[in-house]
């Protein structure tokens, strides 16, 4: 549909132009919103209607101002656009009592304008939301991923959630700099928190295994659980001679004695950790 | 109980949400942890099959009862260019991409019962059945 009638169109302007103080108190009224921010939206509107090339673009960044500052301070997407509808109330109320056809006319294709206007908050508000999302999504990764020095020379690289190759790569990147950086013969990579292994995960581990003995660093594999172990052997995955041990804790020992610092047989205490949530 | 569910595999996002879902599943229907696991990697193995080898697919979870026993049923179903050697995909160690070539035959031996269809060009249906004990 298409309402652009220009008698209608310009009979809009006028009341806009007339009666700029009540549209706004009313705006803000129905908005909720500073009279002063609506100010600067309400003129801009009123320039861009005005103008033959009806460029938006100085509304629309305004708008979009809005639509962050709203969501910031915890308004919904749908509060910020019934912000913008309330400008059509106002509008309306004058309309009303004035209902000359062209004026209907006009009010129609201001309300197309205005119902734009308003979705346009809405794709601002997802938009900024989906920035958000990807940037913690990257936030995540570098902080689920840590590498951390369990003794002098050994590493642990805790692992928590779905190993994918952006996960993986990650974590080989990062273990592989920390062996450089503190010349670490040793690394623990504890799949404690991994809920699931398959072969795709398996390869992932087995390659970045691979690339730390590359580097002269021996790797176990610890926190593998019952369950694991049933799924591993099932699927037929093998970790050849990978040492591999069922809790940080032993494949702690198994390091310091591989190092020299524990030379007793004694059978260190045993902590167990369970996570079973995906 | 839960009903049947239709969920898309068009990335390594979805793959993590089947897994989720399928251990829901697998808790409610009573599987033991083990079984949970067994048949949550499977769910894994095969989605990611029909992601990297279809270009993405759907899986069909629903929940299946024989008598006493109940259990969870998936069907991995996908478009892509189908498995020209069904036979030699089921063998272990082979593999078309770069994977480790367990992931069918591992598939297989994880679940209780399991069911290939995939001619050249038609694409491929995997139908996975984990019973309870």
Redesign the interface.
């Known amino acids: 549909m298409s309402v652009d009638l220009p008698a209608g169109r310009r009979r809009i302007e006028q009341l806009l132009a007339d009666h700029q103080d009540q549209l706004i108190k009313r705006w803000a009224q129905t908005a909720k919103a500073s009279a002063d921010e609506l100010t600067e939206i309400y003129e801009a509107l009123r320039s861009a209607i005005a103008g033959d090339d009806r460029d938006l673009t100085d509304v629309r960044g305004l708008l979009a101002e809005l639509s962050r500052s709203r969501a910031r301070r915890g308004f919904t997407p749908s509060d910020t656009a019934r912000a913008v509808f309330g400008l059509k109330e106002a509008v309306y109320e004058l309309v009303e009592t004035d209902a000359t056809p062209d004026t209907m006319r006009g009010f129609i294709w201001f309300s197309l304008l205005m119902d734009d206007l308003g979705l346009f908050t809405f794709e601002t508000f997802a938009t900024a939301r989906e920035k958000i999302i990807i940037e913690q999504t990257e936030q995540l990764l570098e902080l689920s991923t840590p590498v951390v020095a369990i003794w002098e020379g050994i590493l642990a690289v805790p692992l928590v959630g ?1 190993l ?2 952006a996960r993986t790569q990650v974590v080989m990147e990062k273990l592989l700099q920390a062996l450089v950086d503190t010349g670490a013969e040793h690394a623990v990579i504890d799949i404690t928190g991994v ?6 995960v ?2 992932h581990l087995l390659k970045t295994i691979v690339a730390a003995r590359l580097m002269g660093a021996e790797c176990v594999i610890s926190g593998i659980r ?3 172990a ?2 591993i052997v ?4 093998e970790f050849g001679d990978i040492v591999t041990k069922a809790t940080l804790a032993d494949a702690l020992a198994h390091a310091l004695r591989r190092s020299g610092v524990l030379t007793t047989e004694r059978k260190a205490t045993r902590i167990a950790i369970r996570a ?1 949530d ?1 | 109980m839960t009903a049947a569910r239709e969920m898309p595999i068009a990335s390594n996002g979805d793959v993590v949400l089947v897994r989720q879902y399928v251990r829901g599943v697998a808790v409610e229907m009573g599987l033991s942890l083990v079984d949970q696991t067994k048949v949550v990697t499977a769910a894994s193995e095969l989605a990611r099959n029909a992601l990297v080898y279809a270009g993405g697919g759907a899986v069909r979870v629903e929940t299946v009862e024989n008598g006493r026993r109940r259990g969870v049923r998936l069907t991995f179903s996908d478009e892509g260019p189908g498995i020209p050697d069904v036979d030699r995909a089921m063998t272990d160690g082979w593999s078309s991409g770069t994977g480790l070539g367990l992931g069918l035959s591992g598939s297989r031996r994880l679940v209780d019962e399991f069911d290939l269809e995939s001619a050249p060009g038609k694409g491929t249906v995997v139908t996975v059945t984990k019973w309870g004990r």
């Open positions: 779905t994918d190759s809920p699931a292994v398959d072969t795709q398996a390869q019952p369950q694991i049933h799924s099932t699927l037929g995955i079973e995906a």
